[in-house]
C-alpha cells in the first residue's frame, strides 16, 4: 500500500507538537519501515522548510531516506485546479497523491478532504486500522 503523507503530519513530528505527535510519529515509523510506500507532495517540503526552523534542513534530509516525493507536473497542477476541493493547497495533495498512485492521505484534516478522490485517513487510524 502506497500513502501521501499531509504536511500537518510531517509537522507533528518536526516540531514534536504534543497532541498530535504520537499517532503521527507512528506513521512515520511505519514509512521508516516500508521505503518508497510514503510519499509527500514537492510542496510540503517548502513548508516544512519554512516552519521549522533552524532544523528543517536535517528533517528533509532524514525524511528523503525512506519517504519519496511524489512526481508532479504541470498536468497535476491542472489538475488539482480542476478537482472540487475548496482548499487549493489539500487539492495539490490529492494531485500529488494521485500522481504517487497512493491509497490515502493520511492527514489530521480530513474535513478539507471529504470531496477528494483519494480516501484521507487520520494518522491514528492508520496505524489502528489500516496497519493493523
Known sequence: MRVLLDTDVLL????????????SAAVMDWAEREPGR???????????????????????????????????????ARQALDLAMSDLEDAM????AISFRAAFVVTRNLRHYRRSPITAISPERFVGSVLA
Open 12 to 23: 507533528d513530528v518536526a516540531l514534536r507538537r504534543a497532541a498530535f505527535f504520537e499517532g
Open 38 to 76: 510514503a510519499a509527500v507532495a514537492w510542496h510540503s517540503l517548502s513548508n516544512i522548510a519554512y516552519l521549522v526552523r533552524p532544523s528543517a534542513r536535517q528533517f528533509i534530509r532524514d525524511l528523503l531516506h525512506f519517504v519519496e516525493v511524489a512526481s508532479v507536473s504541470t498536468n497535476e
Open 93 to 96: 495533495q490529492v494531485s500529488a
